[in-house]
């Protein structure tokens, strides 16, 4: 037995060109006009949501990103060790 999945409805008027055009694109693909759109429209939502995200975490992050840039913490002997590793693998003097 599956679970039965709860629908909604979106109804848009577009212009003939447009929907000319929507029903060719998901011709070419192979799919219905309903699967293109909703296939587009989800990808188009995806990808807003994730940029405001960025934006948003960047903007919360700002000032303790400044401040390590202003006053970067002392490297502790693992990055010393590290970098002299490096060093001495490019024979970087």
Same mark, same amino acid.
């Given at each position: /037995? !599956?679970?039965?999945?709860?629908? *909604?409805?979106?109804? +848009?008027?577009?212009? &003939?060109?447009?929907?000319?055009?929507?029903? %060719?694109?998901?011709?070419?693909?192979?799919?219905? /006009? !309903?699967?293109?759109?909703?296939? *587009?429209?989800?990808? +188009?939502?995806?990808? &807003?949501?994730?940029?405001?995200?960025?934006? %948003?975490?960047?903007?919360?992050?700002?000032?303790?990103?400044?401040?390590?840039?202003?006053?970067?913490?002392?490297?502790?002997?693992?990055?010393?060790?590290?970098?002299?590793?490096?060093?001495?693998?490019?024979?970087?003097?």
């Amino acid at each position: /037995m !599956t679970a039965a999945t709860s629908t *909604a409805r979106l109804e +848009a008027r577009i212009s &003939t060109d447009l929907h000319s055009m929507l029903k %060719r694109a998901a011709e070419i693909q192979g799919r219905t /006009m !309903t699967d293109f759109v909703v296939s *587009a429209v989800q990808d +188009a939502a995806q990808r &807003t949501i994730e940029q405001a995200d960025i934006v %948003r975490l960047s903007l919360s992050d700002q000032e303790c990103f400044a401040q390590a840039l202003l006053a970067p913490p002392l490297p502790v002997p693992a990055l010393e060790r590290a970098f002299a590793r490096r060093n001495k693998l490019l024979r970087v003097e």
